[in-house]
T-cell receptor, first 112, second 108 residues
């Protein structure tokens, strides 16, 4: 089966600019997650969707981050305006149960 | 206190060595437990699930002690290809909580 697709792979922006990341989960996976992984740390959950509804966004910095999953398939994560500390890898994952996660390759964001 | 804490690394070991990683978690209601492996500049990938009875997959053995909220991973006869970051992961209500990872470097 095809994996989780993410784009772009890399992005460099200046602080205060905006950026968007895209994720296409595995077909049929109802649950989609966005994680932020800062260099030297483990991934941190930003937001969890079940179909097109938000299950958990408690760690999403809502003043600058937003995410949507229209139609319960693809998802976008946006940052506006970006800060230097947002430099990280943004990982999308999908699952069809509590036990089966698949991660995408991630988008590496550098804010300068 | 972090939800999932791992041994700080890095671990530098020679080929053939046995290496053990330790992990503790804070939420006793955690439901399931895993070890993930992450290669440099790659996404995390599931290495193995961890069960209370202990489980083994080739050179890898994982143990869970729910009473102590402690998880371990043992790698025997380590290979150069085992060099990676090992992430301890806990499932809480369907979301995965990751430790900070422990880097392993296996040298010839």
């Amino acid at each position: 089966e095809a994996g989780v697709a993410q784009s772009p792979r890399y992005k460099i922006i200046e602080k205060r600019q905006s950026v968007a990341f895209w994720c296409n989960p595995i077909s049929g996976h109802a649950t989609l997650y966005w994680y932020q992984q800062i260099l030297g740390q483990g991934p941190k959950l930003l937001i969890q969707f079940q179909n097109n509804g938000v299950v958990d966004d408690s760690q999403l910095p809502k003043d600058r981050f937003s995410a949507e999953r229209l139609k319960g398939v693809d998802s976008t994560l946006k940052i506006q305006p970006a800060k230097l500390e947002d430099s990280a890898v943004y990982l999308c994952a999908s699952s069809s149960s509590n036990y089966g996660y698949t991660f995408g390759s991630g988008t590496r964001l550098t804010v300068v | 206190r972090k939800e999932v804490e791992q041994d700080p690394g890095p671990f530098n070991v020679p080929e053939g060595a046995t290496v053990a990683f330790n992990c503790t978690y804070s939420n006793s209601a955690s439901q399931s437990f895993f070890w993930y492996r992450q290669d440099c500049r790659k996404e995390p990938k599931l290495l193995m699930s961890v069960y209370s009875s202990g489980n083994e997959d080739g050179r890898f053995t994982a143990q869970l002690n729910r009473a102590s909220q402690y998880i371990s991973l043992l790698i025997r006869d380590s290979k150069l290809s085992d060099s990676a970051t090992y992430l301890c992961v806990v499932n809480q209500g369907g979301k995965l909580i990751f430790g900070q990872g422990t880097e392993l470097s296996v040298k010839p």
